[in-house]
């Protein structure tokens, strides 16, 4: 018969110090925050952190780039970065602007909203219809400003700079609707170093405005605010509407002001014509689709 020895007090003790750092591990893992989560998987803003504080151009101090990203509100936005690789804008159904009841909000919009619009026309001469052609195409009238977090897509999109996290990335795109690979490689190298420059515009802006980087959302492609404008063209074309201080997007008047001085920059005036018309609002979103549902909605407004 086999006998069975009994566990010694010390056997008790060495089990009992395992469960317990068992436990103590799984706890930590369980509470750590996405950016940890991100280095677990090769995959962190660590390189793109040091680039930034050593980026001379950038007029960003160390102290500011650090407050930002030793923090869990910036993490790798794959599921947002991801739609950027899928998205197909000649399916997007522009014909949806032109619906009676598309156009009754763009006209209420207009009651609403006139005296800043009369000034915007007054001040850039920009006709207030395409001014509020412009808010309904792009988030009508801010009902859709975008849900993902621009710090994390503009941060997610910069690093794809680097082969080994493209590489990794490409693998977790959902195969409905993916871009081919070759396809991919050209617009992710080339997206990253400008997404990487539209980081410094964000965050530049964020820290002149005093804004919180990490509760600012907008569209899968960085784009933010009721017009949607890019970081790089709020710190250029950008306008106080409401004359408080500050721009923010997220104000009629603001935005209001900053799509007519954008159309004005390049080459909107009064009594323009509809072939200049268009090359002037194809700055503004460069497709053919968007360009023809714009006027078509300002033709609308105005008759």
């Not at 006709?127 to 941060?155: H, Q």
Request: charged share 25%; net charge positive; hydrophobic share 40%.
């Amino acid at each position: 018969m086999k006998t069975v020895l009994p566990l010694m007090p010390d056997s008790f003790s060495r089990i009992n110090n395992w469960i317990i750092t068992a436990i103590i591990i799984i706890v930590l893992v369980a509470s750590m925050p996405e950016t940890s989560r991100a280095d677990d998987n090769n995959i962190s803003f660590k390189t793109l952190q040091t680039r930034l504080i050593n980026d001379k151009a950038t007029k960003l101090t160390a102290k500011q780039i650090n407050r930002i990203y030793n923090n869990p509100g910036v993490f790798f936005d794959i599921k947002g970065v991801s739609s950027y690789f899928r998205h197909q804008e000649g399916k997007l159904n522009y014909d949806q602007f032109l619906s009676s009841k598309s156009i009754k909000k763009a006209n209420n919009y207009m009651r609403a909203h006139h005296a800043d619009l009369l000034k915007a026309e007054m001040n850039y001469g920009v006709d207030k219809e395409v001014i509020t052609a412009i808010m309904l195409v792009e988030t009508r009238f801010g009902a859709y400003v975008g849900n993902r977090p621009v710090i994390s897509i503009l941060s997610t999109m910069a690093v794809l700079e680097d082969k080994t996290i493209r590489d990794r990335f490409w693998k977790k795109i959902p195969t409905k609707n993916r871009v081919t690979r070759q396809a991919y490689e050209k617009k992710a190298a080339r997206k990253a170093k400008w997404a990487y420059k539209e980081l410094i515009a964000f965050i530049t802006y964020v820290e002149k405005e005093g804004m919180d980087p990490y509760n600012i959302n907008g569209s899968y492609a960085g784009a933010m605010g009721l017009c949607q404008f890019m970081p790089s063209n709020i710190n250029i074309l950008a306008k106080d509407g409401n004359k408080d201080g500050s721009v923010n997007l997220f104000h009629h008047e603001d935005a209001i002001a900053s799509i007519a001085n954008y159309l004005k920059h390049y080459g909107w005036k009064p009594g323009i014509s509809r072939e200049e018309a268009g090359k002037v609002v194809y700055h503004y979103n460069h497709s053919s689709y968007y360009v023809e549902i714009v006027l078509k909605i300002t033709d609308a407004l105005k008759s």
